[in-house]
């Protein structure tokens, strides 16, 4: 069964940083392109950044400069290092997995909960 298992979301001051990983099963980190979405309530989901299968990385204009994505091949895992955080960042961010061919499905994970709070 194909997974995505988002971690290390939490509270953190305006300023601070978190790490998120995710956690893919089988060789899908290898296989797809890695990307990180969030919604804030009230808000529709919204793309964040990208990892393509070359490696090439790809921002929102919001997070450029502060978020950088990385995967682990190796691991089957993908991360978000999250620096500078604004109260605006606040949401639920999700792992994507997106396939190279249209006719293999989209994954998400669950949703780990990042709040930015003084």
């Known amino acids: 069964q194909v997974q995505l298992v988002e971690s290390g979301g939490g509270l953190v001051q305006p300023g601070g940083s978190l790490r998120l990983s995710c956690a893919a099963s089988?060789?899908?980190?290898?296989?797809?392109?890695m990307a990180w979405y969030r919604q804030a309530p009230g808000k529709q989901r919204e793309w964040v950044a990208s990892?393509?299968?070359?490696?090439?990385?790809y921002y929102a204009d919001f997070v450029k400069g502060r978020f950088t994505i990385s995967r682990d091949n190796a691991k089957n895992m993908v991360y978000l290092q999250m620096n500078s955080l604004k109260l605006e960042d606040t949401a639920v961010y999700y792992c994507?997995?997106?396939?190279?061919?249209?006719?293999?499905?989209?994954?998400w994970g669950q949703g780990t909960q990042v709040t930015v709070s003084s």
């Open positions: 994507n997995a997106d396939p190279p061919v249209a006719s293999l499905p989209r994954y």
């Open positions: 089988g060789n899908m980190v290898n296989i797809y392109n």
């Open positions: 990892i393509v299968r070359s490696g090439s990385t």
